[in-house]
């Protein structure tokens, strides 16, 4: 899936957040709402890093955890945990994902110019997880692929969690 399209000036809108003690972004574009965290249901037999549903508006939607896609523990819920809900393309299809972000920050503009693609080596994560990183403040920031990681960790056809 390609990035949006940049804006005037050439810089993309992201949604900021925290997993562990980094700073991720996604597209402004792919997310639809940010929750306070809710009552998940464990789904048995699921990858690990998706082994929960939600409900949200009354549908049941996949809940993912990036912390285990880029081996980093998984966290105790916190007050500031919250719920990013995406919608993003699996087998073709727009589908409803909840993301755990450890703390949600902004929406902000990160300039192309500022952005390059990830090293091969250096990395504590696999580099075709990682978009792209971006340099704001002094500070780097992860766009993970979602489709790489989505593929690699769940399966052939995605982020699939069998309901039966």
């Known amino acids: 899936m390609a990035m949006s399209e940049p804006t005037e000036d050439g810089a993309m809108e992201v949604l900021t957040f925290n997993l562990r003690d980094e700073t991720f972004a996604l597209e402004a574009i792919l997310v639809r709402e940010v929750m306070d965290c809710a009552t998940e249901t464990s789904v048995p037999g699921a990858a690990p890093f998706v082994n ?30 919250r719920i990013v809900v995406i919608e993003h393309p699996l087998d073709g299809e727009p589908t409803l994902i909840g993301l755990r972000a450890d703390k949600v920050h902004e929406v902000t503009s990160i300039a192309r110019a500022d952005t390059e693609t990830a090293p091969r080596v250096g990395l504590r994560w696999r580099s075709d997880f990682i978009r792209c990183l971006a340099r704001r403040n002094g500070d780097v920031i992860v766009v993970p692929d979602l489709d790489q990681i989505f593929t690699t960790r769940g399966g052939a056809s995605g982020v699939v969690v069998q309901l039966s």
């Open 52 to 81: 929960a549903v939600i409900n949200f508006r009354g549908r049941v939607i996949p809940l993912v955890d990036l912390r285990l896609a880029f081996g980093l523990e998984r966290a105790p819920t916190t007050i500031d945990s």
